[in-house]
């Protein structure tokens, strides 16, 4: 690759970059204000009584019940031991 080639496409990857850094900053940066300006945004503090604590809650509520393959890993563990293999570093343990 010639020079003059070299720096133009190092111009242009440097404002594709740019412009990706800039659209993420100013993305959070807008609906991080739009959260906040909206009412009951916050969180309001109950005072509980130790009594209430105690006593089994009355009417709807929702329980979940998670249920796993016996040979389920987690995507997170697929992808790491994928970039351990690649980086030399040990792979998976079984």
């Given at each position: 690759m010639r020079p003059d080639q070299a720096t133009a496409?190092?111009?242009?990857m440097s404002a594709v970059y740019a412009l990706g850094a800039w659209s993420l900053l100013g993305s959070l940066f807008f609906f991080g204000r739009k959260k906040s300006g909206q009412p009951g945004g916050e969180v309001e503090q109950k005072d509980v009584s130790t009594n209430e604590m105690l006593e089994p809650r009355k009417g709807f509520?929702?329980?979940?019940i998670v249920t796993y393959r016996e040979d389920f890993v987690p995507v997170?563990?697929?992808i790491l031991n994928y970039l351990k293999s690649w980086t030399g570093g040990p792979g998976p343990e079984s």
């Open positions: 496409w190092y111009r242009r509520y929702v329980e979940t997170t563990d697929r």
